[in-house]
Structure formats: structure tokens, C-alpha cells
């Protein structure tokens, strides 16, 4: 699994729109909230299409 941090991930609405998005993309991901990050399952391409997703969702994930 490749952890995306994501710094501006502040509170459960922010995991739950992060969340929503990243099921909808059809990704395998587990969120940790507390750390401020996501795991995510899969290739290179599942972590480049996270990276997307937190991008048009306005966050700043960092790999």
C-alpha cells in the first residue's frame, strides 16, 4: 500500500468527502484521519488516480 499524505484533511466531513470520491474511482483505500493520509491499494496508476481525485476535490496530497 502507498500512503498520500493529504496536510489540509482536517475532520471527519474531509475523510467523508475523500472517501466518497476515492469509492466512486473504484480504488481499494483505507483513510487515517489522525495521521492525515490515505492508503492506498494497488499500482502506480491507483495512487496517480487518488492523487487526481484529492486534486479535483481541492486538497493538497503530497506522495
Same mark, same amino acid.
Given at each position: 500500500?502507498?500512503?498520500?499524505?493529504?496536510?489540509?484533511?482536517?475532520?471527519?466531513?474531509c475523510?467523508?468527502?475523500?472517501?466518497? +470520491?476515492?469509492?466512486?474511482?473504484?480504488?481499494?483505500?483505507?483513510m487515517?484521519?489522525?495521521?492525515?493520509?490515505?492508503?492506498?491499494?494497488?499500482?502506480?496508476?491507483?495512487?496517480?488516480? +487518488?492523487?487526481?481525485e484529492?486534486?479535483?476535490?481541492?486538497?493538497?496530497?503530497?506522495?
Amino acid at each position: 500500500m502507498a500512503k498520500i499524505k493529504v496536510p489540509d484533511m482536517k475532520c471527519e466531513k474531509c475523510s467523508a468527502r475523500i472517501s466518497k +470520491a476515492l469509492e466512486e474511482a473504484g480504488l481499494t483505500f483505507k483513510m487515517l484521519l489522525g495521521e492525515k493520509a490515505v492508503e492506498i491499494e494497488g499500482d502506480e496508476a491507483a495512487v496517480e488516480s +487518488a492523487m487526481e481525485e484529492l486534486y479535483d476535490l481541492g486538497f493538497t496530497p503530497e506522495k
